[in-house]
């Protein structure tokens, strides 16, 4: 910043400097394809100018220096000098990513929320619902709310006017498909597909996997509430209303899961929605990988982590939970409270807001409470061993987490997270 003020003679000197290491460069590189007599010159340039400026000359003669050995590099530089526009573009790219890629690797590196494990703290992808009959956000407010919410409209449009039917495999539970696809037509992912029938006829919709509130919306634009969905669903089982109906449950396997087709109380009208709603990005947040290099993790942080050495999660990911117990540390669920070394768990706000059940938080639950949960059941104690940590989720009565898996090891430790750089809500800021 302060070669603003620098003299014209110092500027001279260093950009003489800066000339000699690009003669340099094209000596080295190109020295076994250049002729004798184009060496040479190259050769007694360069030295040229180095006496000049070991000799302190005045500014023009430097300057007539510079000229000369430019000279020579027009003839012998080739793509190292004059460089073109698309040279300079690569090499400005490769640097650029180089450093990005340092930066994510060793210091700080972006996260996404997947689900609401970690709800209310952060956010996973939540849903803006607008049923049929209802006013939807238009075009331009669209636009507004992608760019700063992230949010992508979602809709079954029916294909024609007549009687609605969706396959079920489970009370409250949408049959649904995986298919493979691509997320902003780039990379790849996998989505949940849902089937409305019209009179035999399908439509559908798509939803990211991790988005696990679909029966939700539908529950809550076909019935209204659950209680009105619990009572159809049992009088269509008394009435033996259910046709048999398999479904894949992944495109790329020929395997069947058992479903049941069940006809739905509306009637679709050609051309309108049959459900419609607004999927709005989880928070994404920068995080730190350098401070537990240095400082041990704190019990009450934000703990990111990979999951490729967890046998029961299967697949390595990034997890985001909050770390309430290290090695050492003996757990115990009372539910709403989570107990550490006998007293109730302290380090974080969403500990006492959970152990008070202040809503939205829910409270501490015992691992029978989750499906497939092995740990923290109800009078049990756990004892974190040596070289692990326990980490649990915010929303803990639909939190998969240590209570179901077990324990994170050490070297498999990420980070914390730091900031939430987006969505532009009011959780926008410093992580909690």
């Known amino acids: 910043m302060f070669g603003l003020f620098a003299s014209?003679?110092?500027?001279?000197?260093?950009?003489?400097?800066?000339?000699?290491?690009?003669?340099?460069?094209?000596?080295?590189?190109?020295?076994?394809?250049?002729?004798?007599?184009?060496?040479q010159e190259l050769d007694q340039r360069r030295a040229a100018l180095r006496v000049l400026l070991k000799e302190k000359a005045d500014v023009g003669k430097i300057k007539l220096g510079i000229e000369s050995l430019e000279g020579i590099l027009q003839k012998t530089g080739d793509s190292i000098y004059p460089k073109t526009s698309l040279t300079e573009n690569i090499e400005f790219f490769l640097v650029a990513a180089i450093v990005i890629l340092g930066i994510r690797t060793y210091f700080v590196q972006p996260f996404k929320i997947p689900t609401n494990s970690m709800w209310p703290t952060y956010y996973g992808m939540t849903a803006e619902n607008f049923p049929p009959g209802t006013v939807a956000p238009g075009s331009v407010?669209?636009?507004?709310?992608?760019?700063?919410?992230?949010?992508e409209r979602c809709e079954a449009?029916?294909?024609?006017?007549?009687?609605?039917?969706?396959t079920f495999i489970g009370k409250g539970r949408m049959g649904y498909t995986l298919k493979s696809g691509r997320t902003w037509r780039m990379t790849s992912a996998i989505y949940r597909e849902y089937?409305?029938?019209?009179?035999?006829?399908?439509?559908?919709?798509?939803?990211?996997?991790?988005?696990?509130?679909?029966?939700?919306?539908?529950?809550?634009?076909?019935?209204?509430?659950?209680?009105?969905?619990?009572?159809?669903?049992?009088?269509?089982?008394?009435?033996?209303?259910?046709?048999?109906?398999?479904?894949?449950?992944?495109?790329?396997?020929s395997s069947l899961i058992p479903a049941v087709l069940v006809p739905l109380p509306k009637e679709a009208v050609a051309g309108q929605p049959i459900v419609r709603f607004d999927l709005m990005t989880g928070d994404q947040l920068f995080v730190d990988r350098v401070s537990y290099h240095f400082f041990r993790p704190q019990v009450g942080q934000g703990f990111v982590f990979?999951?490729?050495?967890?046998?029961?999660i299967g697949q390595d990911q990034y997890y985001i939970k909050r770390l309430v117990g290290v090695p050492g540390d003996v757990l115990e669920v009372k539910s709403?409270?989570?107990y550490r070394?006998?007293?109730?768990?302290?380090?974080?706000?969403?500990?006492?807001?959970?152990?008070?059940?202040?809503?939205?938080?829910?409270?501490?639950?015992?691992?029978e409470t989750l499906y497939g949960a092995r740990y923290l059941y109800t009078g049990q104690t756990l004892t974190i061993p040596e070289g692990s940590f326990f980490a649990m989720g915010d929303n803990s009565s639909n939190s998969s987490d240590g209570r179901v898996w077990g324990y994170v090891p050490a070297p498999d430790v990420v980070g914390r997270p730091l900031f939430i750089y987006y969505p532009f809500t009011r959780r926008w800021g410093p992580a909690r």
């Open 8 to 39: 014209q003679e110092k500027k001279m000197r260093q950009n003489a400097v800066n000339w000699l290491e690009l003669a340099d460069k094209v000596w080295h590189f190109r020295r076994d394809v250049l002729r004798a007599n184009e060496l």
């Open 141 to 151: 407010e669209r636009v507004i709310r992608m760019a700063a919410f992230g949010a």
């Open 157 to 166: 449009v029916a294909p024609k006017s007549g009687a609605i039917s969706a």
């Open 195 to 253: 089937t409305f029938y019209v009179d035999g006829d399908a439509t559908t919709v798509r939803v990211p996997e991790d988005f696990s509130d679909f029966d939700k919306l539908m529950i809550e634009t076909i019935f209204g509430t659950r209680e009105a969905f619990d009572q159809y669903w049992d009088k269509m089982v008394t009435e033996q209303k259910f046709i048999r109906h398999d479904i894949k449950v992944d495109e790329s396997s």
């Open 306 to 312: 990979k999951t490729g050495n967890i046998a029961a």
């Open 336 to 338: 709403p409270v989570l």
């Open 341 to 367: 070394n006998n007293k109730p768990i302290t380090g974080a706000r969403s500990f006492d807001l959970n152990a008070k059940r202040v809503a939205p938080y829910t409270g501490y639950t015992a691992g």
